[in-house]
């Protein structure tokens, strides 16, 4: 429960995404779909790939696609492709054919899911794909000043232009204005404009007609109207380019948008939710923001502090997760000490609630003990350049900066991205914010990577 005393924490539940799954449900993928179900999950359900498509084209809350690989997951994500529709698809299959999730994977599923189902694994690829990976934790009055003001605004209809760093839950707090506003029985709608390439994020806003372009075979609705009489939230808004800004600006001056192809206008009543982890006056004077886009956003701006902004919510995140992963891991709960508290108060969080959350993941795993000790935080230093500490004759070398010079470029990239990986305990959308490039950039990195015979850690879950 969300209270206003400022000594207790306040506590915001993630939300529910709508999951599509393509195959019969009188097997294990029916069991999967219990498990997504028991999670918080929406289900729809599809015999085959003609029929998914179908519901994809006319429901664009789906947020994630589980394909059964008896059927052609890549002509499924080729299809997808064709028709501008960025859904994620995770193959599902059993152990039998130990080559069957590298097939999956090179035809573009995002992920594999084995079957029979191990529930924690179901738990983390819908985290992921709902890009939600940890609820709304206040104790810190800077951070409760924040919420108040949200909660302040939230039953107007004025957009709301939320900045700040990555990793301090900005999309987080969106939710929360949905959950607090007049439209919290509407639906909530977030797209990841950073995650999503440029030529199919129009289509995805705003939808199209049937033959609109080269594999749009039937209309398909966009996130605005999805987002009707509800909430859409725009995240990482810098990110677009500035001729979609255009119409995204005559969207929100005229509520009403232009389906791709569309002879009409359509009418949307939609409220808009905005978030950025850039200096979007800086973005303006650069000639890369639309000047009237921002003040239309910015009708009120919400800052999220950094963690480092809020030293008094660092304990109280640090229970959290380490109750949420001593669950999803099969351990028993072991508090921190007083001295583990301490490190990581005194710790700069580079990453903020992101890695804090990936600290306390492995400090879950590691710790042997009955309690977590500041041995087992292990933090990376502040200046995010990684450094390993040997002791050679009592003498500690330094392995930093210096330890890159005579090095290839591609070699060293690689070497960055498989430790962030690893730091982040294989959680893919995690690493590609810190290493800040897009979650579909480090995938094919991470494919070219694996094609070459380079060891790439699994999945988060698998990790775990």
Known sequence: ???????????????????????????????????????GA??????????????????????????????????????????????????????DDPDAAVRAIEAGAREFLPLPPDPDLIAAILEAASGETHSLIV??????????????????????????????GKEVLARHIHRKSRRANGPFVAL??????????????FGHEKGAFSGALARRLGK???????????????????????KLLRALQEREIDRLGGSAPVKVDVRILATTNRDLTAEVRRGTFREDLYFRL???????????????????LAEHFSRKYAAVNGLPYRALTRTAVSRMMSHHWRGNVREMENVIHRAVLLATGPEITADDVELTPS???????????????????????????????????IETLGHTLGNRTHAATILGISIRALRNKLRDYTARGVAVPPPAASAA
Do not use: W, Y
């Open 1 to 39: 429960m969300i209270g206003h005393r400022r000594e207790t924490a306040r506590i915001v539940l993630a939300h529910a995404m709508k999951v599509l799954i393509i195959g019969s449900l009188s097997g294990d993928l029916g069991q999967a779909a219990r498990i997504a179900i028991g999670r």
């Open 42 to 95: 929406k289900l729809d359900q599809a015999d085959n790939a003609e029929s998914a498509l179908i519901r994809l084209r006319s429901d664009a809350h789906i947020d994630l696609v589980l394909c059964d690989i008896k059927h052609d997951v890549g002509g499924i994500v080729a299809a997808l492709a064709a028709e501008r529709m960025a859904v994620p698809v995770v193959a599902c299959g059993t152990g």
């Open 139 to 168: 104790r810190d009055q800077v951070m409760d000043a924040t919420v108040h003001r949200a909660e302040q605004v939230a039953r107007s209809d004025a957009s709301i232009l939320i900045s700040g760093e990555s990793g301090t």
């Open 192 to 205: 990841n404009c950073a995650a999503i390439p440029e030529n199919l994020l129009e289509s995805e806003l």
């Open 224 to 246: 605005f109207e999805a987002a009707h009489r509800g909430t859409l939230l725009l995240d990482e808004i810098s990110e677009m380019d500035i001729r979609l800004q255009a």
């Open 298 to 316: 910015n009708v009120v701006s919400l800052r999220v502090p950094a963690l480092r902004e809020r030293p008094g919510d660092i304990a109280a």
């Open 383 to 417: 200046d995010g350049t990684r450094q390993t500490n040997v002791a050679i004759s009592g003498v500690s070398v330094v392995a930093g900066i210096a330890s890159l010079v005579g090095r290839r470029m591609d070699d060293v990239e690689r070497d960055l991205i």
